[in-house]
């Protein structure tokens, strides 16, 4: 299975900051199709996941433009370039390219 | 309302068997494949199984290890999403999510507690 590597486990962030999210996989996630199926969850508290991010650096729609996602090939970021309140929780990132689709670990940002 | 809405969890020995429904409602459920993903608060999240559309077979995958103790089914003329789930283990234990296949669509999740 492909292991999906998440950094760092947790993330304080001072309010208005920037965040970065690390996560590589251990094969790379290209599609036969072209297609990069690297997509980015967020979990606040008490809810289920959503999907902020498909395909790399796709927003969801509704999602705020502070979040964005880059990356190629196995090694992918997240950023959210100044953190709110509302950020709180856990994010996920999950590889939709090979079976058995994979998630990393979860990184936890909290305000300091 | 686009939404997806899980039922039948509950506390089951091991050894039992349980099974979970999700209701679609808000999309051409027909079209979509559908997944089972689970979330123990130790291990994270976890992919069960998925299920293809019917122009895809109806086509069925699972994780190595639900595998032949989990079925996934679905009723496209009740918009409903199921899984089957025999001998439970204790390590089953875990809120389970139904999504598309995709992931852009949660349900809230119902919580499986295997104990004795």
């Known amino acids: 299975d492909v292991v999906m590597t998440q950094s760092p486990l947790s993330l304080p962030v001072t309010l208005g900051q920037p965040a970065s999210i690390s996560c590589r996989s251990s094969?790379?996630?290209?599609?036969?199709?072209?297609?990069?199926?690297l997509n980015w969850l967020q979990q606040r508290p008490g809810q289920s996941p959503r999907r902020l991010i498909y395909?790399?650096?796709n927003r969801e729609s509704g999602v705020p433009d502070r979040f964005s996602g880059s990356g190629s090939g196995s090694d992918f970021t997240l950023k959210i370039s100044r953190v709110e309140a509302e950020d709180v929780g856990l994010y996920y990132c999950v590889q939709g390219t090979h079976w058995p689709h994979t998630f990393g670990g979860g990184t936890k940002v909290e305000i300091k | 309302e686009v939404q997806l809405v899980e039922s039948g969890g509950g506390l089951v020995k091991p050894g039992g068997s349980l099974r979970l429904s999700c209701a679609a409602s808000?999309?051409?459920?027909?079209?979509?494949?559908m997944s089972w993903v689970r979330q123990d608060p130790g291990k994270g999240l976890e992919w069960v199984g998925r299920?293809?559309?019917?122009?895809?077979?109806?086509?069925?995958d699972y994780a190595a290890p639900v595998r032949g103790r989990f079925t996934i089914s679905r009723d496209d003329s009740k918009s409903t999403l199921y899984l089957q789930m025999n001998s439970l283990k204790t390590e089953d234990t875990a809120v389970y999510y139904c999504t598309t296949a995709g992931l852009g669509l949660w349900g809230r999740g119902t919580l499986v507690t295997v104990s004795s």
């Open positions: 094969q790379s996630l290209v599609s036969s199709d072209g297609s990069t199926y």
């Open positions: 808000g999309f051409i459920f027909g079209n979509a494949w």
């Open positions: 299920i293809a559309n019917k122009t895809y077979g109806g086509t069925t």
């Open positions: 395909k790399i650096s």
